[in-house]
């Protein structure tokens, strides 16, 4: 029974361990314009540009950032990046957008950003939620239901370093999606966006967990039928 036992575990296991968490699309900005600092930037790799933003190579303009960086308030603006790949998700999935972000480093005042996704059709969601570094990096689950897009906003203070603030969500169908991040601050100087990742935690079991199972239940069968055999011997 102890064999048993252990095997039927590890199948358990199997079935219930996320198949994969993968990050589909990461950016630095550092190898944009070949490092250099250009003002109202739009030749971005994986960006699509509404309004205006400026590449900021740092030590640029009095702002210090890791590389190169996005002031998301350009000359002028304020601006918007859309990414110009679409992600497709599988119901289940865990999808979720990170923007390190920091203030705009040349004055105190606040100037608000906005993190979403855009749905290509009606989506639903098992939960929706956010993690804001300066609201103390915990998962804040805020809704569920059917929608064709999320977003959600907050302030940053203009000397506020830079900090991890994600949007995510656990879909409820398969669909695709494209993700933005931007700002409404239009005074010429804006938050600053250092880097961005997006990444899908899959909890369809991967070929290699099937497999584990299989084999598990192979040998719970294997198993029952020694217990049987020696049950006969001994009877």
């Known amino acids: 029974m102890r064999l048993v036992s252990s095997v039927l575990a590890l199948g358990v296991l199997s079935l219930t361990a996320p198949a994969s968490a993968a990050v589909v699309l990461s950016d630095t900005f550092d190898a944009e314009n070949g490092g250099a600092s250009f003002l109202t930037y739009t030749g971005f790799s994986n960006f699509a540009v509404t309004g205006g933003v400026d590449l900021v190579k740092s030590g640029d303009y009095g702002i210090s ?12 603006g304020p601006g918007r990046l859309t990414s110009l790949q679409s992600f497709a998700f599988s119901a289940g999935d865990i999808v979720r957008f990170t923007a390190t972000l920091g203030g705009n480093q040349r004055d105190s005042a606040s100037d608000g950003f906005f993190l979403g996704f855009n749905f290509s059709g009606n989506t639903s969601l098992v939960d929706y939620g956010y993690n804001f570094a300066n609201l103390g990096g915990n998962d804040q689950i805020v809704f569920a239901g059917v929608t064709p897009g999320i977003s959600t906003s907050y302030s940053i203070l203009g000397n506020e370093s830079f900090g991890s603030y994600s949007l995510f969500f656990t879909a409820g169908n398969a669909g695709t999606l494209k993700f933005f991040v931007g700002t409404n601050s239009a005074d010429n100087v804006g938050p600053l966006l250092d880097k961005i990742a997006l990444s899908i935690d899959s909890r369809v079991p991967e070929p290699a967990a099937w497999a584990m199972m299989l084999a598990g239940f192979g040998l719970v069968g294997t198993a029952m039928r020694r217990r049987e055999k020696m049950a006969v011997t001994f009877a």
């Open 65 to 76: 950032c890791s590389g190169s960086c996005v002031d998301l308030d350009g000359s002028p």
